[in-house]
C-alpha cells in the first residue's frame, strides 16, 4: 500500500554538490526515492548522510544542483514530511513529558500563538499507541531507555501525518535487540501507512534486512540498488575496508516486528 | 508588616519586582532548557557598556543599555550561527570587551561612578513613578512575545532541526529570544543589579525544575518562587538593612536549596 496522498518519485536529487567552508562534503549526489518505499543511507563518518538529510528538511541549501520533496523545494511549510532525530539532549532534570514531546509534531499544523486543541491531543494519544507507548505519556522525557525515547520520536514525526519519514542514525546507542525491533515496528508502521522511509544509518546490517533500496555515500553515491547487490558491490569494500556483511533478509524482520515492548526497560542508553 | 507595604517607594519597588520577576522567572525556563546561563551573564556585562555610553553621552542609561545589549546580543548570534567559532568563545571576547569599554568611559569622570554602583548592585528602592512606566515597557515586551511564541521556543530549545524541518523560522525565533533575553536583563538591573542579574534569570527556574513534573508546572512554581523572593526578600532588606538586590537573590537560592532537598527526597522515596 503506498500514502493515497504520494505518487512517482518523493526525493530528488540531482547533480547536488555542498561544501562546508572549503570542505567538499557532498559531490554531485543524485538520488530519487519512489513513494511508499523504504530507501537507506549508509556510509562512513563523514560520508555526508547526515548533510543529505539536512538538505532534504531544508535546513542546508545546496552550492549546486537540485533538491526536491514531493516535486517541490524542502523546507516549504505544510510539506508532510515527519523527522526522527538521533535522539533529543535535555538537560538533565529538564520536566518534559511524553506527551508534551509528542504534541511538539503538531507544532507546525497549529501554527503561532495558538494552543493545542483537544484534537490535537487526540493525535498524540493515537501515535503514542501506534509505538504503544501509551501507558507511559505522563512519564518524562529522560527517565525512558534509548529504544523507548526513539519510539516517542516516531510517534512525535507520526502526529503530523505525514507522507515521508525521515530517520536520522535513529538506532544508535541501541543494542542489537532493540534496533531489531525498533526497524521491525517503523516496517510495520509503513506497510500500514503506506509511508515512505529515508534512512541514514552506520547499522548496515539492520537496514540491510528491512530496506528495499540501500544507497552508499561516500560524498558521491558509489553504488545504489537492492540491499543484496550493493553488499556484493566492490564498492562497499572499497568504502569501508573490510568485507561486506553477510545479511539473511527477512528472517529477523519477522521474528521481531511483532514482540511485546511494553516493559518500561529495554534495551539501550537513555 | 502593614507599615512595610504602607510607603509608596516600597509598594513601588514590589510592584517592579514582581514584574521583573516574573518576566525573570518565564524566561528562565528557556535559559535552563537552552543552556544560556553564561550568555546571560554576558549580557549582563555588556550592558555595562551600555549604561556607561548613555551616561557619559546623555542619552537615558537604560535605553541606552537595551539598544547596547540587544546589538551586541545580535552579533553573537550571528556569529554563533555562522559556525566558525564557539558560542562560549564569542560571549567570552565580545562581552569582557564591551564591558571593558563601559569601565573606560566611566572612569573619564568622577560624577558618573556614583550612579554606577545602583546598575552594579542594583537599587530598587530607588524606582520613581517615571521609572515604572519605562519597566512596564520592558517586561510587557518580553512577557507579551513569551506568551504568544512559548510553544515555539520551546519545541527550538528541545530540538531545533526538528523545529525547522517542522517549518518554524528557527533564525528569527532565536535572535527574538535573544533580544528578550537582553531587554529582560536591562530591565532587571534596577532590581538586582548588573552582578546579580543572572542569578535572577536562573535560580527560580532551577527551583521551578527540582519540584515539578511537567513544563508547565515548571513555570507556575518558577514563578512563585520569583515573586516569594522578591516579597520576602525586600521585607528582610528592610528590616535588616540590606542591600535589596543580594536580599532577593539570597531568599531565592534558600528557595531553591529547599526544593533541590525536597525534590531529592521525593525521587528517594
Known amino acids: 500500500m503506498t500514502c493515497p496522498r504520494c505518487e512517482g518519485s518523493v526525493l530528488d536529487l540531482n547533480d547536488v554538490w555542498f561544501q562546508y567552508g572549503r570542505r567538499k562534503v557532498l559531490e554531485g549526489v543524485s538520488l530519487e526515492v519512489p513513494a511508499g518505499s523504504f530507501a537507506a543511507l549508509i556510509g562512513p563518518n563523514g560520508a555526508g548522510k547526515s548533510t543529505v538529510l539536512r538538505l532534504l528538511l531544508g535546513i542546508l541549501k545546496p552550492k549546486k544542483g537540485t533538491v526536491s520533496v514531493f516535486g517541490r523545494p524542502p523546507g516549504k511549510h505544510g510539506q508532510p514530511i515527519g523527522y526522527v532525530p538521533q535522539g533529543i539532549n535535555l538537560p538533565r532534570g529538564f520536566p518534559l513529558s511524553v506527551e508534551d514531546v509528542v504534541l511538539m509534531g503538531r507544532y507546525g499544523t497549529i501554527g503561532p500563538v495558538r494552543r493545542a486543541t483537544r484534537d490535537d491531543r487526540g493525535r498524540v494519544a493515537e501515535a503514542l499507541d501506534q509505538v504503544r507507548m501509551a501507558h507511559l505519556s505522563n512519564r518524562r522525557f529522560e527517565d525512558l531507555s534509548g529504544g523507548q525515547q526513539q519510539r516517542v520520536l516516531i510517534a512525535r514525526a507520526l502526529v503530523s501525518d505525514p507522507c515521508l519519514l525521515i530517520l536520522d542514525e535513529p538506532t544508535s546507542g541501541l543494542d542489537p535487540a532493540a534496533r531489531a525491533r525498533f526497524y521491525g515496528q517503523v516496517c510495520d508502521l509503513q506497510r500500514a501507512q503506506g509511508l515512505t522511509l529515508f534512512c541514514a544509518s552506520h547499522d548496515v546490517e539492520d537496514v540491510a534486512q528491512h530496506a528495499q533500496t540501500l544507497i552508499l555515500l561516500d560524498h558521491t553515491v558509489r553504488a545504489s540498488g537492492p540491499p543484496q547487490d550493493v553488499l556484493k558491490s566492490r564498492a562497499v569494500s572499497e568504502v569501508y575496508q573490510f568485507p561486506p556483511p553477510h545479511v539473511h533478509r527477512g528472517e529477523h524482520a ?17 | 508588616m502593614m507599615e512595610f507595604v504602607s510607603f509608596g517607594f516600597i509598594q513601588r519597588a514590589l510592584l517592579t519586582g514582581f514584574l521583573l520577576g516574573a518576566t525573570c522567572a518565564v524566561l528562565g525556563v528557556f535559559v535552563v532548557l537552552k543552556r544560556m546561563a553564561f550568555i546571560g551573564v554576558g549580557i549582563s556585562h555588556a550592558a555595562l557598556g551600555g549604561v556607561a555610553l548613555g551616561l557619559v553621552l546623555g542619552f537615558p542609561p537604560l535605553a541606552a543599555a537595551g539598544v547596547f545589549s540587544v546589538g551586541v546580543a545580535w ?3 550571528w556569529i ?37 554602583m545602583g546598575y552594579l548592585f542594583g537599587d530598587i528602592l530607588s524606582v520613581g513613578p517615571g521609572d515604572l512606566w519605562g519597566l512596564l515597557l520592558l517586561t510587557g515586551f518580553s512577557l507579551g512575545w513569551l506568551a504568544l511564541l512559548f510553544k515555539e521556543f520551546l519545541f527550538l530549545g528541545v530540538d531545533e532541526e526538528a523545529a525547522k524541518a517542522a517549518g518554524l523560522p528557527a533564525a528569527f525565533l532565536n535572535y527574538l529570544l535573544l533580544s528578550i533575553l ?37 513555570v507556575v512554581i518558577s514563578v512563585v518562587s520569583a515573586l516569594l523572593s522578591v516579597g520576602a526578600g525586600l521585607w528582610l532588606s528592610w528590616l535588616w538593612n540590606l542591600p535589596s538586590g543580594a ?8 528557595l531553591f536549596f529547599a526544593s533541590y532537598l525536597l525534590g531529592t527526597v521525593r525521587s528517594r522515596g
Request: net charge negative.
Open chain 2, 75 to 77: 552579533v553573537i548570534g
Open chain 1, 254 to 270: 519477522s521474528e521481531t516486528s511483532h514482540q511485546p515492548e511494553d516493559s518500561p526497560v529495554e534495551g539501550g542508553h537513555p
Open chain 2, 182 to 218: 537582553a531587554v529582560t536583563i536591562v530591565a532587571a538591573m534596577k532590581l538586582v543589579g548588573i552582578v546579580l542579574v543572572s542569578a535572577f534569570l536562573v535560580i527560580p527556574a532551577a527551583t521551578g525544575q527540582a519540584l515539578s513534573s511537567s513544563v508547565r508546572g515548571m
Open chain 2, 247 to 254: 536580599s532577593v537573590v539570597l531568599f531565592s537560592a534558600a
Open chain 2, 80 to 116: 554563533t550561527r555562522k559556525g566558525e567559532v564557539s558560542e562560549d568563545t564569542a560571549i567570552g571576547i565580545f562581552f569582557p570587551t564591551a564591558m571593558a569599554l563601559g569601565v573606560a568611559l566611566i572612569s573619564v569622570s568622577q560624577t558618573y561612578r556614583q550612579g554606577l
